[in-house]
C-alpha cells in the first residue's frame, strides 16, 4: 500500500516556476513508476510526466515538453515536478500516482492516487 500527498500548488503568473512535490508512505517507493496527471476545470484527465525507477525513463506530454521536469528522490521517497514558463492553460488540479513496473502514460495503469493540488496560472 502506497499512500500520496502532493504539495507545492498555488497561485502563478504566466511564465513564472512552480514546483509540485509528492511525498510517498510506505516501504517500497522504489518499486514503484510514478506519474503526474493534471485535470482542468470540465476537461479529462490527462497524463503530465512519468519517470521509471530509477529515472532513466521520463515520458512527457507533448503541451509540456521542454518546460517541465520531473524527477525522484527515492531516499526522501519523494517524486517532484518543476514547471517552467507557465502558461494560463496549465491551471488544473494536479495528481500524483504510482505504479508497479513499467511507466505508462495511461491513467487506468496507476495502482495508487494522491488527492490533487491546485495550480492557478494568472495571465
Known amino acids: 500500500q502506497v499512500q500520496l500527498v502532493e504539495s507545492g500548488g498555488g497561485l502563478v503568473q504566466a511564465g513564472g516556476p512552480l514546483r509540485l512535490s509528492c511525498a510517498a508512505s510506505?516501504?517500497?517507493?522504489?518499486?514503484?513508476?510514478m506519474g503526474w496527471f493534471r485535470r482542468a476545470p470540465g476537461q479529462e484527465r490527462e497524463f503530465v510526466a512519468a519517470?521509471?525507477?530509477?529515472?532513466?525513463?521520463?515520458p512527457y506530454a507533448e503541451s509540456v515538453k521542454g518546460r517541465f521536469t520531473i524527477s525522484r528522490d527515492n531516499d526522501k521517497k519523494t517524486v517532484y515536478l518543476q514547471m517552467n514558463s507557465m502558461k494560463p492553460e496549465d491551471t488544473a488540479v494536479y495528481y500524483c500516482?504510482?505504479?508497479?513496473?513499467?511507466?505508462?502514460?495511461?491513467?487506468?495503469?496507476?495502482?495508487?492516487w494522491g488527492q490533487g493540488t491546485q495550480v492557478t496560472v494568472s495571465s
Open positions: 510506505g516501504p517500497t517507493f522504489n518499486n514503484y513508476a
Open positions: 500516482a504510482a505504479k508497479l513496473l513499467l511507466t505508462t502514460t495511461q491513467a487506468i495503469g496507476y495502482h495508487y
Open positions: 519517470i521509471s525507477q530509477s529515472s532513466d525513463d521520463t
